[in-house]
């Protein structure tokens, strides 16, 4: 496309000819999930898109390069390589311009997704407001970036290592709506419970498709959070859940943990803490989102 963004043939194929288009993130793979699960749920991720009729556009950044539509062999690089950066919106151009590889997070995909005209992008969940962002003001992007790019981000609401409150509390100060799929509650990511009632619920994906067609009449700027429970088989009750990061909170505040490497190693502690449990939850709530997300971009289609 430029000389700085490659879209694969495939993805271009796609879109030229009206096919649903999935993005998906690529930091999940290199950061979030361990060797080799991580390529399992890039491999499943990418199956479920293509069984429910949608092409998958895996997004990272190689050799001075934003890529749409990783190779298998691509996403391995990712997933495997000892340094690959942490891509967020204002990492891209740094990391394209000193030609290393980098994985996008929900707000680096959601931009590259947004500038070639993907509608719609599936992740485990987004990131927001940590606990005691309140004083320390970390914020993740994803929340801004959700603001400004028109996407739909198909997820299990928010990490559960965050505060959940205050992160819905700067998504509605933004402006962006949250739609529950088949649920009246926003999903605390591995568990499907979080006390925290929605006001908005869909059951099917055309009305995601018409709220985003809505979006787009109006020319709202803002993207459209759509958050669904991880499968009930899966699911960890919020309980458990709340007492593995309290431990890996605490644990990141003696070793003196902080700014983008603060996740990675809260989702590592529980996922220690959880005997693999945690990891479990998110493969398959990864796999269940790039479902949804294909139906929601075919009902777009």
């Not at 391995?76 to 996008?104: C, F, M, N, Q, Y």
Request: aromatic letters at 2%; charged letters at 20%.
């Amino acid at each position: 496309m430029d000389r700085y963004l490659d879209m694969r043939v495939e993805v271009a194929a796609a879109m030229a000819t009206g096919r649903p288009v999935v993005a998906l993130e690529s930091t999940v793979y290199a950061h979030g999930l361990p060797y080799p699960v991580n390529l399992e749920a890039a491999a499943a991720m990418e199956a479920a898109v293509r069984e429910e009729g949608a092409v998958p556009a895996t997004i990272g950044l190689l050799r001075g390069r934003a890529i749409v539509g990783l190779t298998s062999d691509e996403i391995e690089e990712l997933a495997t390589s000892p340094h690959v950066a942490k891509v967020s919106v204002r990492d891209i151009a740094p990391v394209i311009a000193a030609r290393l590889p980098g994985a996008t997070t929900v707000a680096a995909t959601a931009a590259i997704a947004t500038r070639v005209s993907i509608p719609v992008m599936a992740t485990g969940g987004i990131g927001g407001v940590h606990r005691g962002g309140e004083t320390s003001l970390d914020v993740s992007a994803d929340l801004h970036e959700l603001a400004r790019s028109p996407i739909a981000v198909v997820c299990a609401g928010a990490k559960s290592v965050l505060d959940l409150p205050r992160t819905l509390e700067a998504l509605e100060t933004l402006g962006v709506p949250i739609v529950g799929f088949g649920t009246d509650e926003f999903p605390a990511f591995y568990s499907v419970e979080s006390g925290i009632p929605l006001e908005h619920r869909v059951d099917d994906p055309a009305e995601v498709a018409v709220i985003l067609e809505v979006q787009a009449a109006l020319n709202r700027a803002q993207g459209v959070l759509v958050v669904q429970p991880p499968p009930a088989d899966e699911a960890i009750p919020l309980v458990d859940v709340d007492e593995w990061i309290e431990e890996a909170v605490d644990e990141a505040e003696r070793s003196g943990v902080v700014g983008k490497a603060v996740t990675p190693f809260l989702l590592d502690r529980v996922s220690r803490s959880s005997e693999g449990r945690s990891v479990r939850a998110n493969v398959g709530l990864l796999e269940s989102n790039a479902r949804l997300a294909a139906r929601i971009a075919g009902a777009l289609g």
